[in-house]
């Protein structure tokens, strides 16, 4: 029997892209999106789609019962620099999503969740170089602070009521398709936007700055991946560490200069400088290597190959 997924959050950067990618794989009836607003006019006429608020436990479970769910994606989520400016209603989100498919799972009324974490759960006294598994967590964002909670929610449901929830600790991710949602590395989109726009950009966060980053294609694909490996494989049930490659906004800056020797990138850090500051450089993801054979495939001038050529063909 085909198994039906639920998305929660299909309208996000992330949730965009997983949506279709699942729906191609799975056929498109089998994959139910939803979100708080509408979703573009190619994910609402691609498959099913909901309104169905993430907070509301009721909505949920109406939905999961009428289309018979059997996993559930959580992308609802308010992202870091915007989760500062409104912390409680993040942390009404970002928290009270979770309670709700874990408790849906508990009473076995789905039977697998994906929840996604952040590199944002570390802090000032982790290692900041190839960040371990296990590490110092001291974040000091409302959006870590969630994230942090959250995966030690995550092992407790596992533990306790054998809920399989299964997580990766997003880098920075960088897609042509979708615009970010205000995440402090959200430079790394928007860079590639205005070189192909203006010729230049003005970056809020220093030139030295180096944060770990991924191509959406690979989070996608590291997603599916991890959700489709065999449970008994699966050693981490809070959050798998998941890297790719790291740069600097002069790193970026140069890449595309080799593309548009003319391109101009200007300095200016703001408030996200900090949070920055906070989080790791490069990440340590053996654990997923081991246990369910993660490997990337793009580095820095393939992304930016990517989005150069991608976003120069949109209208």
Known sequence: MQKSILILG???QIGTELTM?????HGSETVIASDIREASE????SGPFELLDATNYEA???VVMHYEIDEVYLMAAMLSATAEKFPMRAWNLNMNSLFNVLNLAKEKKISKIFWPSSIAVFGLNTPKENTPQHAIMEPSTVYGISKQSGERWCEYYFKKFDVDVRSVRYPGLISWKTM?????TDYAVEIYHKALETGEYNCFL????????MYMDDAIRATIKLMESPSENL???SSYNLGSMSFTPAEVANSIQARMP?????YEPDFRQQIADSWPSSIDDSAAKTDWGWEPRFDLNATTKEMLENLGKLP
């Open 262 to 266: 003319n391109f101009k990138m200007a």
């Open 21 to 25: 990618e699942l729906r191609a794989k």
């Open 180 to 184: 970010p949602g205000g995440g402090t």
């Open 42 to 45: 190619n994910l609402m006429e």
């Open 206 to 213: 220093s030139e030295d700055t180096k944060l770990p980053m």
């Open 235 to 237: 050693k981490i049930r």
């Open 60 to 62: 949920i479970e109406d």
């Open 10 to 12: 299909a309208c996000g």
